[in-house]
């Protein structure tokens, strides 16, 4: 497969003598490399410089020309509504990450560290991971039926008596969409966390406590700082996901609650290119920082 | 016949094999000996082709094959840590080089069967062809790495610390082995190991490399009477070497006259052999002729046929002394316990600052 | 010690709450897959137990108000997307990691750029891949805009898995089949893919199952031609219907199903490689 591009028997002149271990050396490498890096240029790099360029073209009721202009960066930051959602998805995100966190933390905690047969370790994780194989849509449309006023915690709650009203905030507000992020989300936190934790070795939590430290320390001193790089690693996947988000938000809040994913999608439907753009360059920067801030914490490569 | 000429090899600036050049017979077994670090790895890689030497090249039968790559040079090696292939079984193995290689594979199934089960007797696994990698001992995989190397009937076979991952007996029985497989199949065998006992009961000649250097080759009997330096004799593991400077042909270690052998007039190493030192009585003197230091004993330990006994002497320097047990047997001493030492100022050889060996140190041996 | 063991069933506890509140949704969606049509509606409380909305989906029920699900072609669609996908950015995840498998200038510049392909949001890139098309005039479809933008989302998933399996990777046997006469191409063949098949699995399954659910970058670039997900999101907007339960309870049990075969495939080629080496045993034997 893949080394079709090491050519047999070419014979190296001492030139590409390189200091390479065996036969991969040289420049061989580059002709594997290419054909990922081109692709990633064109087809991932181009769109997002594209969609940076087209943020400054002028934007005419049905079209865009390339007359570079700041107009929709201006009509961004002063219009309450755009700039309203780009607080309100900052807010939403922020909620996920924390609810992510704490829910997961504890499932996480018990999967790498108190369950110590690997089977039912793997178990339990493919357990969590099953959902992900029906349509994630379907997935957040299921908590229609679940939220509604007339829905599956409403009845539990009302024939259990502990409500004696049907709570109707659960569907169709911010909640709704918190909630069913959360679910769909918590996964990606648990999973990272529950490796990094299962690789603790198990005697330095001994040594630890044959040295009489109460279980809260060891929590603190060692369970909780070599488990950053899987909170760090989990917090990547669940930010990129939220603030991309924007098919959770119009199905669970019956479009009261518009994210910028939502807006972009508005505005591309009705030819707003330019205006759209300047949405996607917002999100793409909010994005960046949130990213390189979090890999400053843990060396991506490194935990590979 | 195989020429390595002027090889050189380093990483990052450092070199790590210097300027080796050697010439490896037909039907022979070489062997290198190194500590760890000494670049013997690094030598029978740049040999097998899996690195690049800076400069120098090796010539096989008169050919260059400096710039192949290692699949056409015709090479065996065989790696410290077998390298099995983990996905097929033994016999799988062992035929995967006839079946897959670029010249010449062997389509006849039944005479790669033949070749195999041929090679897996010669190394006494007749019964566990059919068995996965994980499912075999050290000892085995290790004939098993030597077997696949060896059915491809190379010309030269490259060992890199064949036996360095065997326990202490299975080692024993695998020199023997190892010799014997050789002289049956009559392929030359380069063998690197970091083990001096190794090294000079296994080869027909040694070559001592030291820091990426070759330093002497000869015969192990050559090189074990007569080291050429001494950073061979510090290889060999087999010389007490005393540092100190000469004054109207005496050796002076700290003070501590020791006597030379006549005509040596500036030595700067004393070597003399473990098996040549004597522990004479408590409170016994030695020969006026002979050299003699008083040491405190530290330990002792069983080396096969051998007792090694371990002293330190005042200026902290540890003698080590053997005795074959078949000349007498063993001694006990307490911990602490004060003995001079004693040798025949025959025995000696003197090294000049530049560590290598003065002329006129037979040690009683023609040079 | 006894309050360890007291907060382990503590955890153990919250743990099956917390696959409780995973699976709830689940357990809904399975109910109410079973409300009675064309009536009924997707929530409680059920009016009448039927199948009615699995009919309606394999296209076996009287025409309703109730549109049918594009199943046919819009499932064909996201197949061989998926499928196409997979492969491709399963080579390219390959070949890419095989590249890191030596130091080179520039690796730092190459991992993230890879990397990043997975952490764009797919709206952004969907945004992008638009206008990049628009602009320059390429027609936007299933088969070339979406599945690009595919790739550039799961190749880097290939890329990675691949990368842990090559890091726990031993070069030497690659080593001792060059010196064995073998060329590096059949080495590759016949030691290195062999020995690293386990990880291209998963890096397959990766790419095939992201590709099949996504939708943000397929909504932008895939111009009419809808996949099942973009057919999914369609419904968004106009009344839900249970018909789209049943769907979800059909393609899970399909996927569950496919699982399975993985599984057993994994545990059989297992099992292969042993019942061969005793067979071989007694042969020479």
């Given at each position: 497969m893949s080394n079709t591009a090491i050519t047999e028997q070419a014979p190296i002149n001492s030139a590409t003598r390189g200091n390479q271990h065996g036969l991969l050396r040289g420049k061989r490498h580059y002709l594997l490399l290419a054909p990922g890096v081109f692709w990633m240029l064109v087809f991932l790099v181009l769109p997002l410089l594209m969609m940076v360029y087209v943020s400054f073209w002028t934007q005419s009721t049905f079209a865009v020309s390339p007359d570079l202009t700041i107009k929709s960066w201006v009509a961004f930051f002063s219009s309450d509504t755009y700039f309203g959602a780009l607080i309100r998805t900052l807010r939403i995100w922020l909620t996920v990450l924390a609810l992510t966190l704490v829910i997961g933390y504890p499932t996480a905690l018990f999967i790498g560290?108190?369950?110590?047969?690997?089977?039912?370790?793997?178990?339990?994780?493919?357990?969590?991971?099953?959902?992900?194989?029906?349509?994630?849509?379907?997935?957040?449309?299921?908590?229609?039926?679940?939220?509604?006023?007339?829905?599956?915690?409403?009845?539990?709650?009302?024939?259990?008596?502990?409500?004696?009203?049907?709570?109707?905030?659960?569907?169709?507000?911010?909640?709704?969409?918190?909630?069913?992020?959360?679910?769909?989300?918590?996964?990606?936190?648990?999973?990272?966390?529950?490796?990094m934790l299962a690789r603790i070795d198990e005697s330095l939590i001994e040594a630890a406590r044959d040295l009489g430290a109460s279980a809260w320390t060891i929590f603190r001193k060692i369970i909780l700082p070599l488990s950053m790089p899987?909170?760090?690693?989990?917090?990547?996947?669940?930010?990129?996901?939220?603030?991309?988000?924007?098919?959770?938000?119009?199905?669970?809040?019956?479009?009261?609650?518009?994210?910028?994913?939502?807006?972009?999608?508005?505005?591309?439907?009705?030819?707003?290119w330019a205006f759209a753009a300047v949405i996607g360059v917002v999100l793409t920067v909010v994005m960046a920082i949130v990213i390189t801030g979090l890999l400053r914490v843990v060396n991506l490569r490194r935990e590979l | 016949m195989m020429e390595l000429v002027s090889l050189t090899k380093s990483y990052d600036g450092v070199s790590v094999v210097k300027d080796v050049s050697l010439t490896v017979e037909n039907d022979e077994y070489l062997t290198i000996l190194g500590p760890s670090g000494s670049g013997k790895s690094t030598l029978l890689r740049v040999i097998a082709g899996l690195e690049w030497p800076e400069s120098g090249t090796v010539f096989l039968d008169g050919l260059d094959i400096g710039d192949q790559l290692p699949h056409v040079r015709g090479l065996g090696f065989v790696q410290q840590k077998y390298a099995l292939f983990p996905h097929l079984t033994i016999?799988?193995?062992?035929?995967?080089?006839?079946?897959?290689?670029?010249?010449?594979?062997?389509?006849?199934?039944?005479?790669?069967?033949?070749r195999t089960l041929d090679m897996l007797h010669l190394v006494g696994l007749d019964d566990l062809g059919g068995r996965m990698v994980g499912q075999i001992s050290g000892g085995q995989k290790q004939r098993v790495s030597l077997a696949r190397t060896l059915v491809a009937e190379p010309k030269i076979c490259l060992l890199d610390e064949p036996l360095g991952a065997l326990d202490a007996n299975l080692r024993e029985r695998m020199t023997v082995e190892l010799r014997r497989i050789r002289e049956a199949l009559g392929v030359t065998f380069v063998h690197a190991t970091g083990n001096e006992a190794e090294a000079m009961a296994m080869g027909d000649r040694m070559v001592v490399l030291d820091n990426g250097r070759s330093l002497q080759i000869g015969s192990p009997d050559q090189i074990y009477d007569l080291p050429?330096?001494?950073?061979?004799?510090?290889?060999?593991?087999?010389?007490?070497?005393?540092?100190?400077?000469?004054?109207?042909?005496?050796?002076?270690?700290?003070?501590?006259?020791?006597?030379?052998?006549?005509?040596?007039?500036?030595?700067?190493?004393?070597?003399?052999?473990?098996?040549?030192?004597?522990?004479?009585?408590?409170?016994?003197?030695?020969?006026?002729?002979?050299?003699?230091?008083?040491?405190?004993?530290?330990?002792?330990?069983?080396?096969?046929?051998?007792?090694?006994?371990?002293?330190?002497?005042?200026?902290?320097?540890?003698?080590?002394?053997?005795?074959?047990?078949?000349?007498?047997?063993?001694?006990?001493?307490?911990?602490?316990?004060?003995r001079m030492l004693a040798w025949p100022v025959a025995e000696v050889l003197a090294f000049d600052a530049a560590g290598d060996l003065i002329a006129g140190t037979s040690r009683g041996i023609a040079a | 010690m006894h309050q360890l063991t007291s907060l382990k069933w503590i955890l153990g506890f919250y743990t099956a709450l917390f696959i409780v509140f995973l699976y709830g949704p689940f357990l809904v969606m399975g109910i109410i897959s079973f409300q009675q049509g064309p009536e009924g509606g997707p929530q409680f409380p059920i009016i009448e137990w039927s199948t009615f909305w699995y009919k309606h989906v394999m296209g076996f029920a009287p025409p309703s108000r109730v549109a049918p699900l594009p199943v046919g072609e819009a499932l064909f669609r996201s197949l061989t997307l998926a499928f196409a996908t997979m492969i491709v950015s399963t080579v390219l995840g390959t070949m890419t990691a095989q590249a890191f498998r030596t130091q080179f200038k520039g690796s730092g510049f190459v991992f993230y750029l890879v990397v990043l392909g997975m952490m764009v949001p797919g709206i952004l890139?969907?945004?992008?891949?638009?206008?990049?098309?628009?602009?320059?005039?390429?027609?936007?479809?299933?088969?070339?805009?979406?599945?690009?933008?595919?790739?550039?989302?799961?190749?880097?998933?290939?890329?990675?898995?691949?990368?842990a399996i090559f890091n726990r990777f031993d070069s030497s046997v690659e080593e001792a089949s060059w010196t064995l006469g073998v060329s590096p191409a059949r080495t590759f063949r016949k030691v290195t893919f062999p020995m690293i098949?386990?990880?291209?699995?998963?890096?397959?399954?990766?790419?095939?199952?992201?590709?099949?659910?996504?939708?943000?970058?397929?909504?932008?670039?895939?111009?009419?031609?809808?996949?099942?997900?973009i057919a999914i999101y369609g419904t968004f907007s106009v009344e839900i219907h249970p018909n789209l339960f049943a769907f979800g309870v059909l393609t899970t049990l399909f996927s569950l199903a496919l699982l399975t075969v993985y599984a057993i495939l994994m545990a059989m080629s297992v099992r292969r490689s042993q019942a061969r080496s005793s067979g071989i045993q007694e042969e020479i034997a």
């Amino acid at each position: 497969m893949s080394n079709t591009a090491i050519t047999e028997q070419a014979p190296i002149n001492s030139a590409t003598r390189g200091n390479q271990h065996g036969l991969l050396r040289g420049k061989r490498h580059y002709l594997l490399l290419a054909p990922g890096v081109f692709w990633m240029l064109v087809f991932l790099v181009l769109p997002l410089l594209m969609m940076v360029y087209v943020s400054f073209w002028t934007q005419s009721t049905f079209a865009v020309s390339p007359d570079l202009t700041i107009k929709s960066w201006v009509a961004f930051f002063s219009s309450d509504t755009y700039f309203g959602a780009l607080i309100r998805t900052l807010r939403i995100w922020l909620t996920v990450l924390a609810l992510t966190l704490v829910i997961g933390y504890p499932t996480a905690l018990f999967i790498g560290q108190f369950v110590r047969n690997k089977n039912t370790q793997t178990v339990l994780l493919v357990t969590c991971v099953v959902p992900f194989w029906t349509s994630f849509l379907i997935r957040v449309l299921a908590w229609r039926p679940m939220l509604g006023k007339e829905g599956a915690i409403n009845i539990l709650l009302q024939k259990f008596g502990i409500t004696s009203q049907p709570i109707e905030v659960l569907l169709f507000t911010e909640l709704s969409v918190v909630i069913g992020m959360v679910q769909i989300y918590v996964v990606f936190m648990v999973g990272p966390i529950a490796f990094m934790l299962a690789r603790i070795d198990e005697s330095l939590i001994e040594a630890a406590r044959d040295l009489g430290a109460s279980a809260w320390t060891i929590f603190r001193k060692i369970i909780l700082p070599l488990s950053m790089p899987g909170v760090v690693v989990g917090a990547i996947f669940v930010s990129v996901m939220v603030l991309g988000e924007f098919a959770t938000a119009s199905a669970l809040s019956g479009r009261k609650v518009n994210l910028l994913g939502n807006i972009i999608l508005t505005q591309v439907g009705s030819l707003k290119w330019a205006f759209a753009a300047v949405i996607g360059v917002v999100l793409t920067v909010v994005m960046a920082i949130v990213i390189t801030g979090l890999l400053r914490v843990v060396n991506l490569r490194r935990e590979l | 016949m195989m020429e390595l000429v002027s090889l050189t090899k380093s990483y990052d600036g450092v070199s790590v094999v210097k300027d080796v050049s050697l010439t490896v017979e037909n039907d022979e077994y070489l062997t290198i000996l190194g500590p760890s670090g000494s670049g013997k790895s690094t030598l029978l890689r740049v040999i097998a082709g899996l690195e690049w030497p800076e400069s120098g090249t090796v010539f096989l039968d008169g050919l260059d094959i400096g710039d192949q790559l290692p699949h056409v040079r015709g090479l065996g090696f065989v790696q410290q840590k077998y390298a099995l292939f983990p996905h097929l079984t033994i016999f799988e193995n062992v035929a995967f080089g006839l079946r897959n290689r670029q010249t010449d594979p062997l389509r006849d199934e039944n005479e790669v069967r033949r070749r195999t089960l041929d090679m897996l007797h010669l190394v006494g696994l007749d019964d566990l062809g059919g068995r996965m990698v994980g499912q075999i001992s050290g000892g085995q995989k290790q004939r098993v790495s030597l077997a696949r190397t060896l059915v491809a009937e190379p010309k030269i076979c490259l060992l890199d610390e064949p036996l360095g991952a065997l326990d202490a007996n299975l080692r024993e029985r695998m020199t023997v082995e190892l010799r014997r497989i050789r002289e049956a199949l009559g392929v030359t065998f380069v063998h690197a190991t970091g083990n001096e006992a190794e090294a000079m009961a296994m080869g027909d000649r040694m070559v001592v490399l030291d820091n990426g250097r070759s330093l002497q080759i000869g015969s192990p009997d050559q090189i074990y009477d007569l080291p050429a330096s001494v950073q061979v004799a510090r290889s060999l593991n087999a010389y007490n070497v005393m540092a100190g400077d000469t004054r109207e042909g005496v050796f002076y270690h700290i003070g501590h006259p020791l006597p030379l052998p006549p005509g040596i007039l500036d030595a700067r190493y004393y070597a003399v052999r473990f098996g040549s030192l004597s522990i004479l009585e408590a409170g016994g003197k030695a020969d006026a002729s002979d050299g003699s230091i008083e040491a405190a004993f530290i330990a002792s330990e069983f080396v096969g046929s051998r007792m090694v006994y371990f002293f330190r002497d005042d200026h902290g320097d540890i003698l080590e002394v053997e005795q074959h047990l078949s000349r007498s047997d063993p001694l006990d001493f307490s911990l602490g316990e004060r003995r001079m030492l004693a040798w025949p100022v025959a025995e000696v050889l003197a090294f000049d600052a530049a560590g290598d060996l003065i002329a006129g140190t037979s040690r009683g041996i023609a040079a | 010690m006894h309050q360890l063991t007291s907060l382990k069933w503590i955890l153990g506890f919250y743990t099956a709450l917390f696959i409780v509140f995973l699976y709830g949704p689940f357990l809904v969606m399975g109910i109410i897959s079973f409300q009675q049509g064309p009536e009924g509606g997707p929530q409680f409380p059920i009016i009448e137990w039927s199948t009615f909305w699995y009919k309606h989906v394999m296209g076996f029920a009287p025409p309703s108000r109730v549109a049918p699900l594009p199943v046919g072609e819009a499932l064909f669609r996201s197949l061989t997307l998926a499928f196409a996908t997979m492969i491709v950015s399963t080579v390219l995840g390959t070949m890419t990691a095989q590249a890191f498998r030596t130091q080179f200038k520039g690796s730092g510049f190459v991992f993230y750029l890879v990397v990043l392909g997975m952490m764009v949001p797919g709206i952004l890139l969907g945004l992008g891949m638009a206008l990049v098309s628009d602009q320059l005039g390429i027609a936007r479809t299933w088969w070339g805009t979406t599945f690009v933008l595919h790739v550039v989302y799961t190749f880097p998933f290939a890329f990675l898995v691949m990368l842990a399996i090559f890091n726990r990777f031993d070069s030497s046997v690659e080593e001792a089949s060059w010196t064995l006469g073998v060329s590096p191409a059949r080495t590759f063949r016949k030691v290195t893919f062999p020995m690293i098949f386990p990880g291209v699995l998963s890096a397959m399954l990766f790419a095939f199952t992201l590709s099949y659910d996504e939708f943000p970058r397929t909504l932008f670039t895939a111009a009419g031609d809808v996949t099942m997900p973009i057919a999914i999101y369609g419904t968004f907007s106009v009344e839900i219907h249970p018909n789209l339960f049943a769907f979800g309870v059909l393609t899970t049990l399909f996927s569950l199903a496919l699982l399975t075969v993985y599984a057993i495939l994994m545990a059989m080629s297992v099992r292969r490689s042993q019942a061969r080496s005793s067979g071989i045993q007694e042969e020479i034997a």
